[in-house]
């Protein structure tokens, strides 16, 4: 039999079949008095005929002939050409990405196959003979070029052996995945065998191997077979449609524009607390909890929402308000009001947060929506809400009291007077200045990003006491929103600040007219004991470009952010379920089509870090997605390593208790003695914050939120009292020779 099977295929000139089946049943054919052979597969069958092939006929692969592999042009005329076929066969229309090294190709193992049919019918391949075919397949042209068609790769030039490794990414990968398929697998697929076999003995060409290379492509990059699908997935150019709630309401739209200290955010929250129903939105826990605090105390019962906290103002905790504090990212989409409050609208140009003021200021159910904010936002706005066929009312409004730029620099922290306020961009020149102050015997308030809720709230209740000694402030930019503080003048220590370029780097450059605005600002606050505010520098050559800021008006907004969501990945996991969540998202950013009049695609770092992180703890796609939304600073070391274990007990449906989480956190703490004791606390209160933002979204899993809440309030006090005794953590981290980065 096994005679039978080589001397009926030994002529055999062609075989095209695609895509082959590993599992193939082979059948004798008798037709005419000829023998045939059909080697049947799912769904294809291939003849191996007796009858030998022209030196010229044309392979049809998908439409596309092999006289286009060789060089030569389709004759029309023939039936064989391509355009006979490509009514049935048509090359899949894909459009080829210069993003190509994003697609990590699927590893594949060598075929197990153990029923050697191929040996059977051809005799055993000379790997060497095989090696040969491969490297010459792989040196035409005229490969590249059909392979371009079929989406491997774009049709570019290259100078160089790097370029030309960038432009065919995808054929380079594809071939050398074939190439070891072919070598270390124990026996091809049959079919794959008699091609080889007939190249060897010169029964066929080299470009016959095309349809198998290709159908290998698309195993290891399944991208190919769906491109058209994801690109729709990743359509972004109408964000106003998602919010077909919304858009069933022509909104009436009120953009109160002015400065800082101007009562813009006074008039909006007024139609707030008077309406029947209402939903502010912010961008900080202090603002989202200073007006839910506000609307209560005036008799309009509010609750607050933010993503670690929920708090209600009914008695019995469960019975939801009609309106509502919360920070922007907790907004719903489907919940309707009478009004809607989105506080510094200027947000959308955020690179990492843009996409929730774009989600908010499209996606509320209002029928009257308020945006406060900067005038730069107005024109961008407008564009936007042109999509939705809503107009926008404008009120502009005028700073409430005066704002004067000193002539001179302060030049020595000698010459800080009661009132003032240091601005400064990192922490160590917070503690550097701090410790100059408190060694000529004058008492400092303290304000950071990385403090507490509760400490900032403190620190600045210290500096506002008429009848407390701290009469300055040290701070960060974070006292530009959420604080109340009775400053009479504000000195910026330095003018540079490390900002995020578009590439998502971190570099330091001077800080913008909005910034610049926003914290000299906070100087001569309406309703304070100053009626007038002052700005200069401690640097005499600052102090002409901070006035050239201040005399400037910020830069209208061009775009607003944008972001994937939950349901977006999750079906490009669908299509690309060997790809990980971060290369998901990396070809999501790749592939999108954004408006890029109106938007642009917000930084992804954070997420793809938090991503990477937890790559290799099983989760659901879904849960790892929430997981990879956490709110956390990357740049602290024991956050990120909770938020590990926080994964990994998640993945073993072991709930986390408060009982683990002490143990882990090593509760209860010691008071801080050096500064980085006081780091350290603010790590663990940050892990409690991650705690209670993750229980919010796996209840069953993190089953303690109130107990750790109440833990938390214990920590911060422990927190203030260090940071009150700022000063003297600085002298035990010098006596004890360590440095805080």
Known sequence: M?????RAISDVSRVSTFPYSNSLKTSNLVRNGKTQLCFSTSSHCIFAKSKPRPKNSVLQVKGISHNLLRGKKDDPSSPSSSTSTSSVLTPPSITPSSNSHLFIPVLLKPNAETNNVGTELTGKLNKQEVLKILNKFFRRSEVKLISVEHGLDSMNTYDTIQQYFSVYYLFHQAFISFRRFCLE???????????????????????????????????????????????????????????????????????????????????ALEKFMTAKSGVYCGPLKLLASEVYHKANEKGTPCDLVTGEERLMANPDGETPSPHV?????????????????????????????????????LGLVVEELHLCGEL??????????????????????KRLTDLDIEKRALGSLDNVKPGDCIVCFSKNDIYSVSRQIEKKGREVAVIYGG?????????????NDPENPCKILVATDAIGM???????????????????????????????????????????????????????????????????????????????????????????????????LSNLMDIFVSLC??????????????????????????????????????????????????????????????????????????????????????????????????????????????????????????????????????????????SSGTVES
Request: contains cysteine; aromatic residues 12%.
């Open 593 to 734: 089509t954004v408006d890029h009049s109106l938007y642009f695609m917000c930084n992804v770092d954070d997420f793809k870090f938090l991503a990477d992180m937890i790559q290799h703890v099983p989760l659901p796609l879904r849960a790892r997605y929430v997981f990879c939304c956490a709110p956390i600073n990357r740049k602290m070391p024991f956050v990120c390593a909770m938020f590990l274990k926080f994964a990994r007990q998640y993945s073993k449906n072991d709930p986390i208790s408060y009982e683990w989480l002490c143990s882990h956190v090593g509760w209860p703490p010691k008071a801080p003695h050096t500064i980085l004791d006081l780091v350290h606390l603010e790590s663990v209160f940050d892990v409690f914050d991650l705690y209670l933002w993750l229980s919010y979204r796996f209840q069953d899993l993190f089953p303690d939120p109130l107990v750790v809440r109440e833990t938390q309030k214990e920590l911060d006090k422990v927190i203030q009292l260090g940071v009150f005794n700022i000063t003297r953590l600085l002298k035990n981290t010098e």
């Open 325 to 361: 504090a919360c920070t922007v990212e907790m907004t719903s989409s489907n919940t309707p009001y009478e009004v809607g409050v989105i506080d510094e609208i200027q947000m959308l140009r955020d690179p990492q947060r843009g996409w929730a003021w774009t989600r908010a200021l």
């Open 2 to 6: 096994n005679c039978f099977y080589r």
């Open 482 to 580: 959420g604080l109340n503080l009775s400053i009479r003048r504000v000195i910026f220590y330095s003018i540079i600040k490390p900002v995020m370029n578009e590439k998502g780097e971190r570099e330091l450059d001077i800080i913008s007219t909005s910034q610049a605005l926003q914290i000299a600002g906070r100087a001569g606050r309406y309703g304070t004991q100053y009626e007038k505010g002052l700005v200069t520098t401690f640097r005499a050559e600052d102090l002409p470009t901070l006035a050239e800021l201040l005399s400037d008006s910020p830069e209208d907004l061009v775009k607003a952010g944008l972001h994937p969501t939950a349901d977006q990945i999750e079906m490009y996991a669908y299509q690309l379920p060997s790809a990980t």
């Open 376 to 397: 730069a936002a107005i024109e961008l706005v407008k564009s936007i809400l042109i999509t939705t066929g809503e107009e926008v009312e404008v009120f502009k409004y």
């Open 185 to 267: 697998s124990e026996n091809l697929p049959v079919d794959l065998h008699i091609i080889f076999s007939d190249i060897i003995n010169q029964a066929g060409h080299v470009d016959d191997i095309f349809p198998y290379f290709l159908r290998h492509a698309k195993q290891i990059f399944p991208h190919l077979d769906c491109m058209d699908d994801l690109k729709k997935i990743s359509d972004l150019r109408s964000p106003a449609n998602w919010y077909p709630e919304a858009r069933l309401l022509i909104r009436r739209v009120i953009f109160h524009a002015g400065p800082t200290n101007s009562g813009k955010t006074f008039q």
């Open 451 to 463: 403090l507490p809720p509760g400490t900032k709230l403190a620190q600045a209740q210290k500096f």
